[in-house]
């Protein structure tokens, strides 16, 4: 882990943005994405080659103190650095130093794919671009329902912004499909000529990024604004999608912040356990972890912290394999961003449940981590497209992703079941697309997640994660389906919570340590987590009282 805990106890993130007005929470968190960005010296080669310093940044605690320079900062230096990297290192060198600005944040940059009124289907997408007899190309949006939907587009801090604009490419008439354009979106302070951006209201409940509509009024571009050439291509979809290769890599990336989510998530639900006290049957103040309700879902997400990370790990070994099929490749990053959303959205809510009304609050930061992480579960391919596509080409056996490393074991034979069952549904029907669509389809979310389930169980047993993490993982994973299970008499209901029970009782012992080694006490601001963080905290709030009262220090 890079060490980064002077970043995290610096003025720049110890303000308390919750009691900041929306344009201040904004320009807060371009500055955070900054700092973050700068202190792990993120390089050229990190973006174009994807280092293991590329993939640590997103795993970094530092990621979930503030959800809006999380999102500023994998755009900036996944999809537009990237993209621009590919090209600045074969035929545009003289992109390289845009990206150096990039990585600096000299330049913002932002990347237009989606559009309002296609949703996942942006290779119809209507933006288009027209080649003009002096070789210059017209970018114009057609109608409103073709602006691009989100890209924080409106000028900030004086500084400039370029895009990489997707639109469909119009040489004589002809569409030769979706291409990338490099384009000058504002100077920092006011818009390019024929550019227009709305900015859109907050989303609810998580930090505020400046997300917009941004339209173009036959914008005229140069010759270079294109990202690649003019050739007419007989694979366009495909080229495309190689085009588009780094939104696949951010559904590696995003999904990762997973793991400390779940880390840091987990801290401030234990620590606000031990500290909160109900008073027992005999009259005595008990702290409330000494409660099962309490233990099973801060000891489950603790054990997927643990074995998310052991997933994460085989499966950028996978990613950056250029050996396998880039199907497989994005196959796999799939099952990692399934299982990674279902493991920290569950923890969310239910560890926010049990902080009672504090888990209301965005300050104590689980709330705010659930609406963060479901813009995650949409952003860089939505979990449910992604499944349906991977199913159906593994039924039309399009391509195979790794077989299990444990394949008699009880989530490995799940999985297998559940393909064999989908299979037979298709083959034995006259209508092989209606009879997916109408039996499969709703099914594929959860045919995805036993294959991340088995994945992850297989990395940890492989990797060593301690056993009683693993069999708490492979009850959750169990208990996702416990009807399978049952219905195969491979467990009974009574068997399971038995199982989970034991598990429970071999990790919680060992609670303090796994705490310890989580190593993400300094990243958390939940004042919940002691008394002293709590008076700290009562001290920033407003105070409304006669003159004459005396203000007690506030207390839980």
């Known amino acids: 882990m890079t060490s980064t805990p002077q970043l995290c106890q610096s003025d720049l993130f110890k303000k308390r ?96 794919l989606t559009e309002l009124g296609r949703g996942i289907d942006i290779f119809r997408m209507k933006t288009s671009t027209t080649l003009l007899p002096t070789g210059e190309f017209d970018l ?50 006011d818009m390019c000529n024929g550019v227009t951006s709305m900015l859109l209201p907050p989303r609810g409940g998580s930090s505020p990024v400046n997300h917009a509509l941004t339209s173009f009024h036959h914008v005229r571009l140069p010759p270079s604004a294109l990202l690649g050439d003019l050739t007419k ?61 309490q233990q099973l879902p801060l000891l489950h997400a603790i054990a997927q912290a643990f074995v998310l990370r052991a997933l994460h790990k085989w499966a950028i070994e996978q990613f950056m394999d ?10 796999i990053a799939a099952c990692c961003k399934a299982v990674m959303i279902q493991h920290a959205q569950v923890a969310n809510y239910v560890l926010s449940e049990r ?53 008699d074991g009880p989530l490995a034979m799940h999985e297998i079941s559940l393909f064999d069952e989908a299979t037979e549904t298709v083959f034995s029907s006259s209508d092989f697309t209606q009879a997916f669509m109408q039996y499969v389809q709703p099914r594929c979310q959860l045919m995805v997640e036993s294959m991340g389930h088995r994945m992850a169980c297989d990395a940890a047993v492989d990797q060593g994660v301690p056993q009683c993490l693993v069999d708490l993982y492979f009850i959750n994973a169990i208990k996702t389906d416990a009807a399978w299970y049952v219905e195969h008499g491979v467990f009974t209901r009574k068997a399971i919570v038995h199982m989970e029970d034991a598990a429970l009782s071999a990790a919680l012992p060992r609670l303090e340590e796994l705490l310890t080694a989580m190593e993400v006490e300094p990243y958390v601001s939940s004042p919940i987590i002691s008394d002293k963080c709590w008076e700290e905290f009562s001290k920033t709030l407003p105070v409304y009282s006669s003159p004459q009262a005396q203000v007690p220090a506030a207390r839980l």
């Open 233 to 293: 291509s007989n694979t366009i979809h495909s080229d495309f999608m190689s085009s588009i290769w780094r939104v696949m890599v951010g559904s590696l990336a995003l999904s990762s912040l997973a793991i400390p989510y779940l880390q840091v998530g987990s801290f401030v639900a234990a620590r606000y356990f031990q500290r909160r006290h109900v008073t027992s049957l005999q009259g005595n103040p008990l702290p409330i972890i000494s409660y099962r309700t």
């Open 140 to 189: 114009h949006t057609p109608s409103p329902s073709d602006a691009k939907f989100m890209p924080a587009t409106i000028p900030m801090k004086g500084l400039p912004c370029v895009a990489v604009v997707f639109a469909q490419l119009y040489v004589d008439g002809e569409c030769r499909g979706p291409r990338p354009f490099l384009v000058n979106l504002n100077d920092g302070y």
């Open 17 to 112: 943005s919750e009691l900041l007005s929306r344009d201040a929470r904004v320009v807060l968190s371009y500055d955070r994405a900054k700092a973050i960005g700068l202190a792990f010296g993120i390089t050229f080669n990190d973006i174009l080659n994807l280092t293991q310093n590329f993939w640590d940044i997103h795993t970094h605690p530092n990621m979930v103190l503030d959800g809006a320079a999380c999102t500023l900062l994998t755009i900036q230096y996944n999809l537009v650095a990237g993209t621009l990297a590919k090209y600045a290192a074969t035929t545009r060198p003289d992109l390289v130093s845009l990206v150096e600005d990039i990585l600096r944040w000299d330049v913002i940059g932002q990347f237009c």
């Open 322 to 331: 250029k050996n396998l099929d880039v199907r497989v490749r994005h196959g």
């Open 355 to 407: 902080l009672g009304a504090q888990g209301l609050f965005e300050y104590n930061q689980l709330s705010n981590f659930y609406s963060e992480m479901r813009g995650v579960s949409i952003a860089e391919g939505d979990i449910l497209a992604l499944s349906m596509r991977l199913v159906a080409d593994t039924l039309s056996q399009t391509y195979e992703l790794p077989f299990s490393t444990h394949p």
